[in-house]
């Protein structure tokens, strides 16, 4: 059964992501359920089939039901002429296609002509008596819904993360946000940036609305055995979870690692799938480390949780990747923060905004390999130390970083549009 075919009594809402259901993202599966919680009715439209091998629990509890875009034009060419016939009779065809082609021109790419395809199929399918549209990131997933509520003639509104944030053109940036009614994004960084596009008066248009952690989700934290890393049968204990691409820092990581104190006894465990996973198994190979490591891939978050209980200390050092991308204030450091415990990172992006240096973690300064290996020797060694990192970024997760405040401000918001938004 397609989506327009449903029947329902209220206007409603479509929330759109690029790939349903992720492993990496589930800051977002996690404020989907809560705008269920609040009453909010809606479809989920994805522009990816899901590839990870394993479901979060989270994604069990949602109850919207998933629709899929033909990720390719070719995948659904029957849906996206039937999209296109639609759109010929729809009254912002016109307007549709001058923002289209005006976009074509400074990308001349066959990625932009994806996005009108699949916004066509988008504007034809969704239930009729959705009135407002929310779009996670800023680059295509946004231009997709930008043209499909232009041509249903309906609200968009957008939350905007990282790499949309760092990596997308100005100009497409300015304009979205200057068409949609309100956006939010997850980091005072990256508020600073993309208001720094808007005149004066729209800035405003753009708020912070920190993700948080639902707490109720995870277990109080573990009582930890003091390791040091002075016996070998009880080696110090390193984690962390991440995609394995460039802006994670694993090689830095993999780097200050190997100059670690040859008397001190430690293993890292990494959990996340990446790209970059082999050549840093390579990488760990040359250093003469790759028996200390363990590989776990993508992990659903039980297991995740399971992994920080029994971890000593967690590391992520971000850095900026290819073509400016960067993270945000990345999920899996709030999560560590539940299991009350030490974090290392570098003073970068949305990361010190949670990490307060030699308060609730260390932070070091991007790429500095001797700085990270000199404060895991310190983490490592000094169990005082950690206990004292680990509470404090325990009660800042707890007093500092609501979720339920987050999604009371995403709920009223998306309620007022679907108040205000006529049906086309």
Not at 167 to 187: F, H, L, M, S
Not at 210 to 236: C, I, N, S
Not at 362 to 387: F, H, I, N, S, Y
Request: positive net charge; charged residues 25%.
């Amino acid at each position: 059964m397609n989506a327009h075919q449903r029947s329902h009594e209220a206007p409603r809402l479509a929330i759109v992501v690029k790939g349903y259901p992720r492993l990496s993202e589930t800051f977002i599966a996690q404020e989907m359920l809560g705008l269920e919680q609040r009453g909010l009715d809606f479809d989920i439209w994805s522009l990816r089939h899901p590839t990870d091998g394993a479901i979060h629990m989270l994604h069990h509890q949602i109850q919207a039901k998933p629709f899929y875009l033909p990720e390719y034009l070719w995948h659904g060419p029957l849906r996206v002429l039937q999209g296109f016939l639609h759109a010929l009779t729809k009254p912002h065809f016109g307007k549709t296609m001058r923002a289209f082609w005006a976009d074509l021109k400074r990308d001349p790419t066959p990625n932009r002509m994806r996005r009108i395809g699949q916004a066509f199929v988008l504007a034809r399918e969704m239930d009729p008596l959705i009135s407002h549209i929310h779009v996670h990131y800023l680059h295509t997933p946004c231009s997709v819904v930008r043209y499909a509520a232009q041509l249903r003639g309906i609200s968009f509104s957008f939350s905007a993360h990282a790499k949309d944030i760092w990596t997308t053109p100005d100009w497409e940036r300015r304009e979205k946000i200057e068409e949609a009614c309100w956006g939010v994004t997850c980091t005072r960084d990256g508020l600073t940036e993309l208001q720094r596009l808007l005149p004066l008066y729209a800035k405003e248009r753009v708020a912070l609305v920190y993700h948080g952690l639902d707490l109720r989700r995870f277990p109080e934290p573990p009582t930890r055995r003091p390791r040091d890393g002075a016996r070998a049968d009880e080696p110090v204990r390193f984690v962390s979870v991440g995609r394995a691409v460039q802006k994670k820092g694993y090689d830095d990581l993999l780097a200050a690692l190997a100059k670690l104190p040859a008397d001190l006894h430690w293993r890292f465990v990494h959990i996340g799938s990446g790209e970059l996973k082999e050549a840093l198994k390579a990488q760990a190979a040359a250093l003469g480390i790759a028996n200390r490591i363990e590989w776990r891939g993508a992990l659903p978050q039980d297991k995740v949780i399971a992994a920080l209980r029994d971890a000593d200390v967690f590391i992520l050092p971000c850095k900026e990747g290819a073509k400016g991308d960067r993270d945000g204030l990345p999920n899996v450091i709030l999560e560590a923060a539940t299991q009350a415990l030490p974090i290392l990172s570098t003073n970068f992006a949305g990361v010190p905004e949670f990490v307060m240096a030699d308060e609730t973690g260390l932070l070091v300064p991007p790429g500095d390999r001797a700085a990270l290996a000199r404060d895991l020797t310190l983490l490592a060694r000094d169990t005082g130390l950690r206990a004292r990192l680990g509470q404090a970024a325990h009660a800042r997760i707890k007093t500092a970083f609501s979720f339920d405040a987050g999604v009371d401000d995403l709920a009223t918001r998306l309620m007022t549009n679907l108040m205000r938004t006529p049906v086309a």
